[in-house]
């Protein structure tokens, strides 16, 4: 895709960039590979009229972190922002080329290192609290099957007693983490203030791309021993918000009326866990 952006034409030009090559196109933005003056990559995010969204608070995390465990920001101002371009796989790539095992110790590492930073909780940050609205408003349509809906009447009811029950209240990091010559290191933060449960929670469903091992009782158990225990958080509680997770994805992309949704099984699967265990 050819260079340009309507808003800001001057962006390489003000920021000293070059050679901008397009990478990708994610929900919010458009993600280019640029060279900096002193020779260095970045990447320059060029974000869509709605603007920066949940990614808006997590710029400052990543500011406010230890450079080793996360992206580097260089510069953010109105819908442009550029970080610290991190060359390695990502751990889905890992896990996709049948390293899983690899992939979820790099993660929790990464977790606890981040973790190990106490901050202080910004008034301006969203909360979980907000974030799970979309879940409690989720209306399902007549043709969602029995079992399905059930799973869904089940989960509101389990995320309202997390959030009334939060422990160990946190700002969160809730994204991706991609290598570099430091190690891996958390990139496009979504910054947001609940407990430190949750931050593992959304990576039950990935990676992208696996929906076979995604779905596979051997790993949900795996991962929920290895990264309860490395994180120092309850095994039970990390279950139970991985399936509230998972619930509030399907309620972001349902927007208001659940009539079908490729995750619902797995919601099934990890209620049953976060019930057994």
């Not at 500011?63 to 260089?74: I, P, Q, R, S």
């Not at 399902?140 to 029950?165: D, G, N, P, Y």
């Amino acid at each position: 895709m050819e260079f340009s952006y309507t808003s800001n034409p001057g962006i390489l030009h003000d920021l000293e960039l070059s050679d901008p090559q397009f990478v990708d196109e994610t929900a919010f933005a458009f993600v280019w590979r640029v060279t900096r003056a002193n020779g260095t990559l970045a990447a320059l995010k060029l974000y869509h009229e709605k603007g920066m969204g949940s990614e808006t608070t997590g710029f400052d995390f990543l500011t406010l972190h230890a450079a080793k465990f996360v992206a580097e920001v260089y510069f953010v101002e109105g819908r442009v922002a550029l970080i610290e371009w991190l060359p390695g796989a990502s751990l889905g790539d890992l896990t996709r080329q049948g390293d899983d095992e690899a992939a979820c110790q790099h993660l929790v590492a990464v977790a606890k290192g981040i973790h190990a930073q106490a901050l202080g909780l910004p008034t301006e940050y969203p909360t979980l609290d907000r974030w799970f609205q979309s879940l409690f408003k989720l209306k399902v349509a007549m043709i969602v099957s029995a079992r399905h809906s059930a799973a869904v009447s089940k989960t509101k009811f389990l995320a309202q007693l997390l959030l009334s029950s939060q422990e160990d209240v946190r700002v969160l990091h809730h994204d991706n983490i991609r290598g570099t010559d430091r190690g891996f290191c958390a990139f496009d933060a979504k910054g947001v203030v609940g407990e430190k449960t949750y931050e593992l929670a959304n990576a039950f469903r990935n990676p992208k791309g696996a929906p076979g091992l995604v779905c596979s009782p051997e790993r949900i158990e795996r991962i929920a021993n290895l990264w309860s225990q490395e994180f120092d958080v309850d095994k039970k509680r990390l279950l139970q918000w991985a399936a509230a997770k998972c619930a509030l994805s399907i309620a972001w992309r349902a927007r208001g009326l659940l009539q079908d949704d490729p995750e619902l099984d797995l919601l099934c699967t990890l209620l049953e866990f976060a019930e057994a265990a």
